[in-house]
């Protein structure tokens, strides 16, 4: 059953990474594919949008996860369910503390945040095309292969913290999955500048 189920891990993992990927890529003419507060908090601190439009992009994205969440949560027969509703974010504190499992979150989302700069980087001859939503998608994806046993890969303040509200899972370890993937965004910002640019 192990490899069976690290197989059904690896294919659910590729599946929804793609469907980000396109998501990032039918929304890139629209809002530049913003579906990450901690991807559209570096962009503002790295000067690349106004604070009103990222004030504007992070309420849309935690509205948008209410309502996918809630609409999932109320098509989804959860009241008749005698065990917890997998799926939000959390860790066992038996394996990792309070500590590690912030800067898991938070060296992942840098990770996905220089990612990010990476592709979009006009100067590296990167002009937007498929590829960016294809290497972010593919970044995602290791991530979560990474991150997945440990705190279940939030690296987005709305996934890491929607979902365990609406099914009535949210407990202190919600203060990781919201704080984490911002500062690990912002902290990604002088990292690129100064080493990768």
């Known amino acids: 059953t192990g490899s069976r189920s690290m197989t059904a891990l690896f294919g659910k993992q590729w ?33 690349r949008i106004s604070f009103i439009h990222c004030l504007f992009y992070i309420i849309a994205q935690f509205l ?51 990612v990010v700069f990476s592709t979009i980087d006009i100067r590296r001859g990167h002009e937007p095309s498929f590829l960016q939503p294809l290497a972010i998608g593919f970044a995602i994806l290791v991530l979560h292969i990474w991150m997945i046993p440990y705190t279940n890969c939030a690296i987005n303040p709305v996934r890491g913290s929607v979902w365990n509200i609406v099914a009535g899972q949210a407990d202190e370890q919600i203060f990781i999955f919201l704080l984490a993937p911002l500062c690990g965004g912002a902290l990604a910002v002088p990292l690129y500048n100064l080493v990768f640019k």
């Open 64 to 114: 948008g996860g209410f309502l996918g969440a809630g609409i999932l949560y109320g098509v989804g027969n959860h009241g008749n369910l005698t065990t917890d509703i997998y799926g939000g974010n959390s860790f066992d504190s038996d394996d990792i503390n309070f500590i590690q499992a912030f800067f898991i979150e938070l060296f992942g989302t840098m990770f996905l945040v220089l």
């Open 15 to 47: 599946y929804q990474r793609r469907v980000r990927g396109g998501i990032i890529h039918i929304l890139s003419e629209t809002s530049g594919g913003h579906i990450n507060p901690a991807v559209t908090l570096a962009l503002f601190v790295d000067r």
